[in-house]
């Protein structure tokens, strides 16, 4: 005998497409949600990634921060050494010099004059005497053009002053004087000396 199915067949259809549907939309939910929970944790991990590495370049620049500041100190030392050791040789090379100065000073003094304070700044001299008159101080100030270790001598001022010694009037100049050291021929000098 053959049978019928006489239930309602498109019903049935219906409800097992809205079954087929429901788990096929569950597993696409799942899928979906399994992806972007992995991507989240690979985003995750690659912002950890990243700031460790950031903090390592912080910590490593912090480290040539500190050896920049250092290397910087050195030089600041290094330079003030140098410095240092410059004006040591120079006072090495002008030991002579001052005995070269102090021999012309009194070569080139004449008879009558004698100096009372003499002031050294650089190159320059400043000088200060007495002399029995003016013309001592000009003959003195010949004698300065003259010389080889002594140049430009340019009197600031002279006053005639007149002392009583001995019951008698002495007059005296007494006068001032700028002096320039001769660099040029002082270092010629040097060269040819033995």
């Known amino acids: 005998m053959a049978h019928f199915n006489l239930l309602p067949w498109r019903i049935e259809l219906r409800k097992q497409r809205q079954q087929d549907f429901v788990a096929v939309t569950g597993v696409g939910v799942a899928v979906t949600l399994l992806l972007l929970l992995l991507l989240h944790l690979n985003i995750s991990a690659r912002v950890d ?16 921060d500190n050896k920049i500041k250092e290397i910087q100190d050195l030089e600041v030392k290094k330079k003030r050494l140098l410095a240092k050791m410059d004006v040591i040789q120079e006072l090495q090379a002008s030991r002579p010099e001052i005995v070269h100065l102090f021999d012309e000073l009194g070569r080139t003094i004449p008879e009558g004059l004698y100096l009372t304070d003499l002031t050294q700044s650089d190159k ?11 013309a001592r101080v000009s003959a003195y100030m010949r004698n300065l053009e003259s010389s080889a270790w002594l140049k430009d001598p340019v009197l600031n001022i002279i006053e005639t002053k007149t002392q009583s010694k001995d019951n008698r009037k002495e007059r005296q100049s007494e006068f001032s004087l700028q002096i320039k050291q001769s660099i040029e021929k002082v270092e010629g000098k040097r060269k040819g000396a033995p």
């Open 49 to 64: 990634y990243q700031i460790e590495r950031n903090q390592y370049l912080d910590k490593e620049i912090n480290s040539l």
């Open 124 to 134: 320059n001299l400043a000088v200060k005497g007495v002399a029995q008159s003016n």
